[in-house]
């Protein structure tokens, strides 16, 4: 039976709220439009084709990569301007038609938010992987000169570092205790928190180390790339110091904007989610590192919108495992120094009709909109939803 949900100031049914978003989102204010498009950077069908080998659009300056034989080359540049948008300077791609077939495949790079403008309907059947503007996790401790703590995510949200160094103890044997995790990237929500170090209870001379702090919420009508997690703090096992695994990145950020409609079909996906953490595996008694914030995804279609796809906003998780409370007596498990989570991003909807058969994510990186979930904001639009809506956060 086709589901319906009202996306305005009034919560939700209990019982709508459960099938559907899981939260009732709340509505920033109304953001305005980029320019119309001149058609200037041609039709995007007839430059990618079905996109054989290409790998990478550098939106900075145009430039398409393809993968052959081993290297990356430059197959060829698309034409665009630098327009002020958002209050911010960023180059907008002016297609004519806007048309991706199934087979495209791309990552969406550079140090602004892309700008896609089409003079006609906007039809997406590939796959866009957004990874532009400042969003990487923070860069692993070298353990030179006492840098022993992670660095912070990039980005306004980005998550925090975690402290160290880990070493050796002593309970009724010699075990280890490791540097705390790093804080998860921020962006509609504030990241999760990096959990402080582990050390086994029964061991002597406890050391603390506080996890990293989380990510800073940032300003939901910017048009900007979720937070980098934190690094985690390192650690020192047998002579040698071990870093840890980098933080996610967050995210990146885009807006698509037509007179026309914009559709996507069921094997269209479009990706600015967050990425994971990573875990210690063990090795060098790091911590873990903080999950990437999801970035942002703007639509603007006056003819309306249809998804049949997946429009992915959702945090990514915090690296994690479980370790004994321990280490000769109880053996239960605890949480180790695990990454904070990422937040879910920000989804706007500009449109007369909104359609959704297939899966809209906004969740934070622990996969629910609590406690930093994303934000739906589809202007006081009712979506006509028979797919999957989920992760929406519920308080402003």
Partial sequence: ?????????????????????????????????????????????AQFGNGEYMVSFDTDNGNVVEYIGGGDTVAFTIPHK?????????????????????????????????????????????????????????????????????????????????EGPGGGASACVSVSFTGSGGGGGGNYSTGGH?????????????????????????????????GGGGAPGGGNANGEYWGGVAGGNGGGAVVFSTAGTITITSSGVLDASGLAGGTNDGSGNPGNSGGGAA????????GGLTNAGQILVHGGAGGAYKVPVSACGSQRLVDGPNGGEGSGGVLMIDAPTIANSGTINL??????????????????VTINNTGTIAGARTTE
């Fill in 1 to 45: 039976m086709t589901k319906t949900l009202r996306i305005g100031l009034r919560l939700l049914t209990a019982s709508l709220l459960t099938t559907t978003l899981g939260a009732s989102p709340i509505l920033a204010a109304a953001l305005k439009a980029p320019p119309k498009s001149d058609g200037s950077s041609g039709s995007f069908d």
């Fill in 82 to 162: 630098t327009i002020t948008y958002n209050g911010q300077s960023m180059p907008a791609y002016e297609f004519s038609s806007f048309n991706v077939e199934p087979s495209v495949s791309l990552t969406i790079v550079g140090t602004a938010p892309a700008v896609f403008l089409s003079q006609g309907n906007m039809n997406i059947a590939g796959q866009f992987k957004f990874a532009n503007t400042p969003i990487a996790g923070g860069t692993i401790s070298t353990g030179q000169n006492g840098n022993y703590d992670g660095g912070e995510g990039a980005g306004q949200g980005g998550g925090g570092g975690g």
């Fill in 194 to 226: 990096g959990l402080k170090n582990y050390e086994p209870s029964d061991a002597g001379n406890q050391v603390d180390y506080p996890g990293g702090l989380p990510g800073r919420r940032e300003n939901a009508a910017r048009l900007q790339g979720g």
């Fill in 295 to 302: 970035g942002d995804q703007w639509f603007f279609a006056k």
């Fill in 363 to 380: 969740s934070g990186g622990n996969g629910t909109f609590a406690p930093d979930g994303g934000l739906l904001n589809a202007n006081g």
